[in-house]
Structure formats: structure tokens, C-alpha cells
């Protein structure tokens, strides 16, 4: 069994930026490839971005790429998202996902979020 547990949300303005950090434990964190998604209110959960277990392979949401980036660290077993030119619709629960091997559709585990609001 996998905990995940994030952190580093809170209140931007728009234009600023958030580092959200997703510390795992309980399994073989280099065997995972992880995820970060959002939902807001009213909207669906979207992926935002994900990093294959060697960081070797990363994918981003048409609507953060540019702006976020995904990076791993397996020695301190976490996955970051940097988060840069924060926007309003950025405004949602973010909440970070592993799935045992390949990146695909289906996640094993989730954490419980962690909120960030971006001022206009």
C-alpha cells in the first residue's frame, strides 16, 4: 500500500508561482510512475502532468505546458510540480496519483490534495 501525501498549496497571485510537493511511502517509489491532477469546482478531474518512474518520459496538459513542470526525485521519494505565470483557472484541488509501472489511464493511488487559489 501506497501513502501519498502533498503539500505546498496555498494562495497565489496570478502571475506568481507554487512548488507542490507529493511525498510517498509504503511501496518502491522508483517502480511508480506519478501523476499530478486538478479538479475544480463544477469541472472535471483533469491530468496536469505526469513523469515515468526513470523521469525518462514526461507528459503535461495542454494547459500548463510552458508553464509547470514535473521532476521526481527518487532518493527522497517525492514528485514535484513547479508551478510558474500562475493564472486564475489554475484555481483547483491538486492532488498527486501513482500507478505501479507504465503510464497509462488507470491510477493505483491517491493522496488527498492540497488547495491552491490564484488571485486575479
Known amino acids: 500500500q501506497v501513502q501519498l501525501v502533498e503539500s505546498g498549496g496555498g494562495l497565489a497571485q496570478a502571475g506568481g508561482s507554487l512548488r507542490l510537493s507529493c511525498a510517498a511511502s509504503?511501496?518502491?517509489?522508483?517502480?511508480?510512475?506519478m501523476g499530478w491532477f486538478r479538479q475544480a469546482p463544477g469541472k472535471e478531474r483533469e491530468r496536469v502532468a505526469a513523469?515515468?518512474?526513470?523521469?525518462?518520459?514526461?507528459y503535461y496538459a495542454g494547459s500548463v505546458k510552458g508553464r509547470f513542470t514535473i521532476s521526481r526525485d527518487n532518493a527522497k521519494n517525492t514528485v514535484y510540480l513547479q508551478m510558474n505565470t500562475l493564472k486564475p483557472e489554475d484555481t483547483a484541488v491538486y492532488l498527486c496519483?501513482?500507478?505501479?509501472?507504465?503510464?497509462?489511464?488507470?491510477?493505483?493511488?491517491w493522496g488527498q490534495g492540497t488547495q491552491v487559489t490564484v488571485s486575479s
Open positions: 496519483a501513482a500507478v505501479f509501472g507504465s503510464i497509462g489511464t488507470r491510477w493505483d493511488y
Open positions: 509504503g511501496g518502491t517509489f522508483n517502480r511508480y510512475g
Open positions: 513523469i515515468s518512474w526513470s523521469g525518462g518520459a514526461i
